[in-house]
Structure formats: structure tokens, C-alpha cells
């Protein structure tokens, strides 16, 4: 199920791609020159803290001899010590479901600028995982939950945020 997603994501990109002619990506870079980190208050964790993660870019020849490169995380103490904790996060909903109504999907400190691809790295970006749904929002929303370090080499994913 998660490869006809993916599928049909890659599909839809390349469409999109060649239906318009002055189309462009965003880097991490890119977005945050143009776009200021969300400044989170009172209890939540700044982004700050997980952008100390390091993206460290690792590549390794497949059985048939193509590559494989993969981006893999460095966490930092402060992170570490965050692992298996409640937690307060604050930004901008990445929707994993084409529905209002929303239980799994990606946080992170900028607003969306593409329906295909989150434009921030993966130490800046964490999957929601809640009991109940809550409605998409183009604001930033408040979520809790038990933070975890799981790095998914083959999602990308650094962080989970998961509630009991």
C-alpha cells in the first residue's frame, strides 16, 4: 500500500513537472531562507533543538550494483534526552491523507508550499501518529505526545510523536 502511495506521489511530480515550465524545488536551504522557523512558546519544543540533529548522507552499492544513498541521523544529546518523553509540539500539518479529518501526518517548522514533498530536511520534520483525528489546518497546531527516536531508513523518518 505505502509503494502505490509513493507511486502515485512520483507520478503525480513528474506531471506536474512537465505541465508547467517554470516549475521549482525548494531545498531546506532554500526554505529557510525564505521562511523564518516557526518561534514556538511556552511549553513546546523548540525546532531549534531538533534541527542540532545531523543529516549525515551514507550510500552503499545494492545487489545489483546501483546505488543506495539514504540520509541517516546524528541526534544530539539535547534530542537524546527528549527520547520516550511527553512532549509539546507546535508547526505546520504535512497531510499524509487527502482528508480533512487527520490522524497521521507530518509536523514541522514551515508552512507548506507543496502538496507532494515537505521542503525541510528530515531533522526538521516528525510523524504524527494520534488516537483521534483532528481537522487539517494551514495554521500551525499544538499536538502531545511521547516523542521517539526511531530512525525508518526507508521512509526517511527521524522522529515519531505518538499518543498513549
Known amino acids: 500500500m505505502c509503494n502505490k502511495k509513493l507511486y502515485l506521489v512520483f507520478l503525480c511530480s513528474i506531471i506536474l513537472l512537465f505541465a508547467t515550465d517554470s516549475f ?3 531545498s531546506d536551504e532554500e526554505m529557510s531562507q525564505n521562511y523564518e522557523m516557526l518561534e514556538v512558546t511556552g511549553e ?3 525546532w531549534q533543538v531538533f534541527a542540532k540533529t545531523e543529516e ?3 550510500c552503499t552499492e545494492d545487489s545489483e550494483g546501483f546505488d543506495e544513498c539514504y540520509i541517516e541521523p546524528i541526534y544530539s544529546e539535547e534530542i537524546k534526552n527528549l527520547n520516550n518523553k511527553n512532549i509539546i509540539i507546535t508547526g505546520y500539518m504535512f497531510p499524509l491523507d487527502p482528508s480533512e479529518k487527520q490522524q ?8 507548506t508550499s507543496c502538496p ?3 521542503h525541510a530536511g528530515p531533522s526538521k520534520i516528525i510523524e504524527v ?6 481537522n ?3 495554521d500551525p497546531v499544538t499536538v502531545k505526545g511521547i516523542l ?9 523518518v527521524f522522529y515519531y510523536l505518538r499518543q498513549n
Open 24 to 26: 521549482s524545488f525548494s
Open 44 to 46: 513546546a519544543v523548540k
Open 56 to 58: 549525515i548522507e551514507k
Open 104 to 111: 497521521n501526518f507530518l509536523i514541522g517548522p514551515y508552512p
Open 116 to 118: 507532494f514533498h515537505y
Open 129 to 134: 501518529k494520534l488516537k483521534k483525528h483532528i
Open 136 to 138: 487539517f489546518s494551514y
Open 148 to 156: 521517539s527516536l526511531d530512525y525508518n531508513k526507508e521512509s526517511g
